[in-house]
């Protein structure tokens, strides 16, 4: 009897630890899967952040690390003006997966780029050149269809293949170092017709090609300074011997006068006129009257 009470009690141990094994994994196990979510979500959280970084032309030639916990979003480095470390802290706040951002950028005036960071930036400038150049040429009735690759490298841009005219390989030339950022051209295009005239334009004349040109420059330069408008893509640009005219709607004053200095800037603008108009927030509907 007492061996049977015996077997009994333990039997009750064993299961009592067996349910207590059960009960401990059973729980352990969804907080280490939720751990292990969440660490791959703070990862990609932070692969997002350093790719939003390296595409800002102000931020991606520093050194900044960037660390995620619980989406939460950590900033280190150096940087050298406040208005870069907000610009930093901003750019991590809109990108998606960050719900908040310790931001403990130093602003150090001396602080240079890093190697790394200056040979990245340099080559996102290049690689942007390039496209930009591409675009224009693409779109421009003169050079359209004809056989010119392009290479940039530290925002050298040499031309090479074969266009029909003499005119034309100027065209290209000159189309190049009207791009933004560009610090040279080389050019190797070779010519099929030598002996065509130079006032040969197929389809446009000079002037038009020169206007609609410096009015696709002063948008690229207004698209390079996005991040300072509200919405860039409502403003345009028209170019006419010389003078562009602005037109479309900025959100503030600000911004009309930072537009035009933009344009101002632009290399072949002699004049701006500025027709910018400021959008005027909604006026709030009156209250009643007391009394009434």
Do not use: C
Not at 14 to 41: C, D, N, Y
Not at 75 to 103: C, M, W
Not at 206 to 220: C, I
Request: aromatic share 2%; glycine share 6%; net charge positive.
């Amino acid at each position: 009897m007492v061996r049977r009470i015996l077997v009994f009690l333990l039997a009750l141990v064993v299961l009592g630890v067996v349910i207590g094994v059960v009960f401990r994994s059973r729980w352990r196990m969804p907080q280490a899967a939720h751990e292990v979510a969440q660490k791959a979500t703070d990862s990609a959280t932070t692969g997002k952040v350093k790719v939003a970084l390296a595409l800002s032309k102000r931020l991606s030639a520093y050194d900044i690390s960037v660390d995620t916990h619980d989406g939460i979003v950590t900033l280190t480095g150096r940087v050298p003006s406040e208005i870069d470390r907000e610009l930093a802290a901003n750019v991590t706040k809109d990108t998606v997966g960050v719900s908040q951002v310790n931001n403990q950028l130093e602003v150090d005036p001396g602080v240079t780029p890093s190697d790394a960071g200056a040979r990245e930036s340099a080559r996102v400038a290049d690689l942007e050149i390039r496209a930009d150049l591409q675009e224009r040429l693409s779109s421009s009735e003169q050079l359209k269809g004809q056989n010119i690759q392009i290479s940039v490298e530290n925002r050298v841009v040499t031309l090479s293949g074969q266009v029909e005219t003499p005119q034309q390989k100027t065209g290209a030339e000159q189309l190049a170092r009207s791009v933004s950022n560009v610090s040279s051209v080389v050019n190797n295009l070779t010519v099929a017709r030598p002996s065509a005239p130079q006032s040969e334009v197929p389809g446009v004349s000079e002037n038009a090609t020169k206007d609609r040109e410096l009015s696709r420059q002063v948008l690229f330069a207004l698209f390079s300074e996005r991040e300072y408008f509200s919405d860039v893509g409502a403003i345009r640009a028209e170019g006419q011997n010389g003078m562009v005219t602005l037109a479309g709607t900025v959100a503030s004053r600000a911004e009309k006068a930072l537009a035009e200095r933009i344009a101002r800037d632009v290399s072949g603008v002699r004049s701006v006129n500025n027709q910018l108009t400021v959008a005027t927030q909604p006026t709030p509907a009156p209250g009643r009257r007391s009394g009434k």
